[in-house]
């Protein structure tokens, strides 16, 4: 019984909510994880999920806790609270346990990003002048210049990208389109991969598929993740870099540019405007520059000061020689 309702859930979840493949894999190996538990310690195999109590799920949280970190019993708990949700909305269950549980705290790591001078200096070194090297810049002049995830960028198809009038078209979580602006100088770098792109198709090259790897298929996420990091070695820049790095600085330089927090909340595709806010890291100078511009108190002090180097100004010198 409960291996069929996590079948149903996992197909609620493509079907209806439009989840990603690898959010429903997390899901289902989370889930997956809670019936091995309750086989193992409560000799229960395929239990009715209604039968199932808030000790049972306490049971297994406590169970994952030496294995795992304070992230990931998160988002377990996560997975056990959306099931649950699901169950008790579908009249599987009469009650939901699962929302009784504590979720332990999760610090926010400051995710990495590279500066603006970093950034120039990936896209400004000479990769080669072979196809995969082309293709590799124009990777990294899209997923930067259009803040575009490793997932999107994999997934593009020739006629999403119009470099003519400069966008792109891309699906993100939850099967939300979106079309982003696209610079004069990524768009460029597109132009020259295609020009290049037939030296990678061969008969088993799928149709539209804009990012090719050497064998002529769909590149992964994995292969792109593999080349950044080599990219970034050859430039002496932190190797720890991800292809999401691209998209957080992204969003970083266009905050620091002075951007609406809620314009780049559309451009980068979030549903939820703290999800932005974890993407973006302003500079103090930044920070400093529009306090000073823009707080009352700071015009007031600034005016004080202009004012006291004036009145210094017109007093007569000590200086007599």
């Known amino acids: ?44 195999q395929d239990p009715d999920p209604a039968e199932l109590t808030l000790r049972h799920l306490r049971g297994f949280v ?33 009650a939901d346990p699962a929302s009784l549980l504590s979720t332990p705290k999760v610090s926010q790591p400051l995710q990495n990003f590279l500066g603006v001078d970093q950034i120039l ?35 593009l198809d020739i006629g999403d990208v119009d470099v003519d009038q400069g966008w792109v078209q891309t699906v993100g979580k939850g099967n939300k389109e979106r079309r982003v602006p696209l610079g004069k100088q990524s768009a460029r770098a597109v132009v020259r991969y295609m020009a290049r792109r037939h030296e990678l198709v061969d008969g088993n090259t799928p149709a539209g598929a804009l990012f090719l790897s050497y064998r002529g298929n769909r590149l992964s996420a994995r ?68 306090y000073d511009a823009a707080h009352p108190r700071a015009r007031r002090e600034r005016s004080r000061k202009s004012s006291r180097r004036r009145n210094a100004s017109s007093l007569p010198s000590d200086d007599h020689g």
């Open 1 to 44: 019984m409960l291996s069929r309702r996590i079948d149903q859930f996992i197909d609620y979840l493509r079907v209806e909510r439009g989840s990603s493949d690898e959010t429903l894999r997390a899901y289902r190996s989370d889930l997956g994880q809670l019936a091995d538990f309750l086989a193992d310690h409560h000799d229960l």
């Open 121 to 155: 200096q990936l896209l400004q070194r000479h990769v080669g002048d072979d196809v995969l090297g082309v293709r590799d810049l124009a990777i990294w002049e899209v997923g930067y210049g259009a803040g575009l995830r490793v997932s999107e960028l994999v997934a």
């Open 223 to 290: 292969s792109v993740r593999r080349r950044l990091k080599e990219h970034l070695k050859a430039c002496d820049l932190d190797t720890s870099i991800t292809p999401h790095g691209l998209r957080h600085s992204y969003a970083t330089h266009l905050l620091d540019s002075g951007a609406d927090l809620r314009g780049i909340q559309e451009l980068l595709g979030h549903r939820n405007l703290s999800t932005t806010q974890r993407y973006t890291h302003v500079s103090i100078d930044r920070l400093m520059e529009v």
């Open 62 to 94: 406590a169970d994952r806790f030496d294995d795992n970190g304070a992230a990931s019993l998160a988002r377990k708990i996560s997975s056990l609270r959306s099931f649950w949700k699901f169950l008790f909305k579908k009249r599987h269950v009469d």
